[in-house]
T-cell receptor, first 111, second 113 residues
Framework: ETGVTQSPTHLIKTRGQQVTLRCSSQ?????VSWYQQALGQGPQFIFQ???????GRGNFPPRFSGLQFPNYSSELNVNALELDDSALYLC??????????FGPGTRLTVT | AQSVTQLGSHVSVSEGALVLLRCNYS??????LFWYVQYPNQGLQLLLK??????LVKGINGFEAEFKKSETSFHLTKPSAHMSDAAEYFC???????????FGAGTRLTVKP
């Protein structure tokens, strides 16, 4: 059974650019959640997708958007990058929405 | 809205000593409570969870936590610390639909030989 995978592992972008992060869910999981973890802080909920529909959103601006595909993989898109967007972005998948399995994360650095 | 407060950003114990990591939550609905562990440069691994039923929850690696509604607490304990327990620990709260999980700021556990 393959766990949750994320790509890329690391990414460096310039302020104002756009970025797409990818997540492959664990086999059999239909729910994906995305989190932002700034250095030294706990993860902050960005949004969740359940069966390709957005199913909840945290306190993040609209320039953070997402997609979930029929195979339940997911993308996180961030437009107009700001320096404060530098963080570890975590993806978590689940089947019953309760027990979430986290990927290793994508480290985004904005310069 | 739900929230979590972890008391103590750093906890240091000796190998073999009791581990106690504190977590208090705030929730307007029956909470689901979780403890996760994060090792350097890795994602989060679930240690244990409370949804309903028995208030004393046992998890992996010898950890357990007790849900105390009257104290709005969900403290994590382990009777005897191992060097391999050194990591960052996060307490989290959500509700039955789990579409907005809130994490605490984390507690870094150091284990001294």
């Amino acid at each position: 059974e393959t766990g949750v995978t994320q790509s890329p592992t690391h990414l460096i972008k310039t302020r104002g650019q756009q970025v797409t992060l990818r997540c492959s869910s664990q086999s059999g999981h239909n729910t994906v959640s995305w989190y932002q973890q700034a250095l030294g802080q706990g993860p902050q909920f960005i949004f969740q997708y359940y069966r390709e529909e957005e199913n909840g959103r945290g306190n993040f601006p609209p320039r953070f958007s997402g997609l979930q595909f029929p195979n339940y993989s997911s993308e996180l898109n961030v437009n107009a990058l700001e320096l404060d967007d530098s963080a570890l972005y975590l993806c978590a998948s689940s089947y019953d929405k309760v027990e979430q399995y986290f990927g290793p994360g994508t480290r985004l650095t904005v310069t | 809205a739900q929230s979590v407060t972890q008391l103590g950003s750093h906890v240091s114990v000796s190998e073999g000593a009791l581990v106690l990591l504190r977590c208090n939550y705030s929730s307007s609905v029956p909470p689901y409570l979780f403890w996760y562990v994060q090792y350097p440069n890795q994602g989060l691994q679930l240690l244990l969870k409370y949804t309903t039923g028995a208030t004393l929850v046992k998890g992996i690696n010898g950890f357990e936590a007790e849900f105390k509604k009257s104290e709005t607490s969900f403290h994590l304990t382990k009777p005897s610390a191992h060097m391999s327990d050194a990591a960052e620990y996060f307490c989290a709260v959500s509700s039955y639909n789990n579409n907005d999980m809130r994490f605490g700021a984390g507690t870094r556990l150091t284990v001294k030989p």
